[in-house]
């Protein structure tokens, strides 16, 4: 018989809902419909979850609806007739076995994995160890700026460049990291220049970026890379005397100077023409323990510096970060509840005109509701292991990515693949590689495989090796997990309660613009 109380409070008793962060919770099928009605032919392979008062499904197309209860009991049951509301809506979405069309189907899950079907799109060089910032979290292993034996030669650099150009991707980006990597100008003038001249015959989609704390900028270097179109990223960690404290400057203030370069490098967007608010340097925060409390001042700071995202980033457990963790550290739940004040805050500014969005959200939604995968590689799946990126080291070292890197900079070699003396086949055919990309899939997680938020979630094989000494993971207990299904929990309890002006803000948050100004 129906259990007549509520099937959705399953464990609400484990998992007390909270107004700043709900949760969803599994539905409990034994007291809501008894086996013996249920019609598994009826309906697509599916998962669900309580979210509020409704009951959220999926399937693997990542097609989704928020049901009443009553609807998902009559879903289950297999009881909707042609003709019914119900019933057209759960066509049009895909979750009637006997309606859905399998080549449209097939089109559009080829079309949103495009990715498997070429090489890694993201080249990250790491130009040198050197630094003259001393910033508490640092992941990778900075040495003094006397040290230039940790450069990157101008010789692996090009064989670095001749690799990823190896890609079959139709679009590569090659990403400058450090230490500090204007530090060593001259080979990174010379994959600027090597690349666009080798990607004169070879035709790629080329964009470059660079991630730098400004300190060493000055106008010829700002010249040569407004002149070749590279992108320039900063971190910038909140107001004055946070990021300072954090991010500590030895040559002077390290908040003033990003300040005053970013203004002028913007600038130098608008004199060329460009829309401030698609061109300008993009900045990241990272979040510590003295952040926790301050998510108002951190998003107000980028609304000030004409930034139109901010990408709320857990401190990783990566390299030198994991030495500070005493001090700067903080538990999963404490970062959630400052995502959701600081998300919370930013949808307020929405609704008084201030176009700014948070990132991570951005990425979801722009899956849950534009149908479209941004190829975040830290969200798809398998994940950007080798096979979305490369992470390229000063010595030629060459990793599964950039976190593989800082992983070996705490002394553990495990997500070297190789080096640039070898092939690019040869890199992308090895067992290490292949290990990499099958651990990175979710299908074969006993979690993920009965999760409503499959569709759009994704694997770290790095950050499952860091936390939990296996590349595999073990979603139950992993914070890899409770971090993304908490945003999705929260995303979709905003869904669920959002009126029109919301869901077009929403919406607005999906709209990819290309910046072609620095695609070549
Ligand atoms: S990692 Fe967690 S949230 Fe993501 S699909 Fe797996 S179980 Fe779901």
């Not at 032919?41 to 979850?49: G, L």
């Not at 450090?178 to 035709?203: C, H, Q, S």
């Not at 995303?491 to 620095?518: I, P």
Request: contains cysteine.
């Amino acid at each position: 018989m129906l259990e007549p109380s509520n099937p959705l409070e399953a464990d609400s008793v484990q998992r007390p809902a909270s107004d700043l962060l709900p949760h969803g919770r599994q539905v409990d099928f034994a007291t809501l419909s008894s086996p013996d009605r249920w019609k598994p032919e009826f309906a697509v392979p599916f998962n669900q979850r309580v979210i509020g008062e409704k009951v959220l499904i999926s399937n693997d197309f990542g097609d989704w609806l928020l049901l009443s209860k009553d609807e998902f009991r009559d879903f289950v049951e297999g009881r909707p007739q042609r003709g019914e509301p119900l019933y057209d809506k759960l066509v049009r979405t895909n979750f009637v076995a006997a309606e859905v069309n399998r080549e449209l189907q097939a089109m559009r899950w080829r079309r949103k994995k495009e990715y498997l079907f070429y090489g890694p799109t993201l080249h990250a060089f790491v130009l040198t160890h050197r630094c003259n910032h001393g910033c508490q979290y640092c992941h990778s292993s900075i040495v003094g700026m006397d040290r230039y034996d940790t450069d990157m030669s101008i010789e692996t650099a090009r064989r670095g460049v001749d690799i990823a150009f190896r890609t079959t991707a139709p679009g590569m980006t090659i990403e400058f990291q450090g230490g500090e990597p204007t530090a060593n100008w001259e080979t990174l003038r010379f994959i600027v220049d090597y690349a666009r001249e080798k990607n004169e015959t070879e035709g790629k989609i080329l964009s470059f970026a660079l991630v730098t704390n400004l300190s060493l900028m000055d106008d010829e270097k700002l010249d040569f890379l407004v002149d070749r179109h590279v992108q320039i990223c900063t971190s910038l960690d909140g107001p004055e005397d946070l990021h300072n404290k954090i991010r500590i400057f030895r040559g002077g203030n390290s908040h003033a100077t990003l300040i005053e370069w970013m203004q002028r490098i913007n600038q130098r967007y608008i004199d060329l023409g460009l829309d401030p608010n698609q061109y300008h340097v993009e900045a990241l925060p990272t979040i510590t323990r003295p952040s926790l409390s301050r998510w108002k001042d951190i998003v107000d700071q980028f609304v000030e510096v004409g930034c139109r995202a901010v990408f709320l980033r857990k401190l990783d457990p990566f390299g030198f970060a994991a030495k500070s963790a005493k001090t700067l550290g903080y538990s999963m739940d404490e970062f959630l509840e400052f995502y959701a004040r600081a998300v919370d805050y930013i949808i307020d500014l929405n609704r008084q005109g201030v176009q700014v969005m948070e990132r991570h959200a951005a990425i979801m939604l722009n899956k849950i509701l534009a149908d479209d995968e941004p190829n975040y590689l830290d969200l798809r799946i398998p994940g950007g292991a080798c096979i979305g990126q490369l992470g390229y080291s000063p010595d030629g070292s060459i990793y599964s990515s950039d976190e593989g890197r800082f992983v070996a900079s705490m002394g553990d070699d495990m997500f070297r693949i190789g080096s640039v003396e070898d092939s690019y086949d040869e890199l992308m055919g090895n067992a290490a590689t292949r290990a990499l990309v099958m651990a990175g899939l979710n299908d074969g997680h006993p979690d993920c495989v009965s999760c409503v938020y499959k569709p759009w979630c994704g694997q770290q094989v790095e950050y499952n090796y860091k936390t939990q000494g296996s590349l595999h993971g073990h979603m139950r207990d992993s914070t890899w997990c409770k971090k993304h299904k908490s945003i999705f929990d929260y995303l979709m309890h905003k869904l669920e309660a959002a009126d029109e002006r919301d869901l077009e803000m929403f919406r607005l948050w999906t709209t990819n613009r290309r910046l072609d100004h620095f695609i070549l």
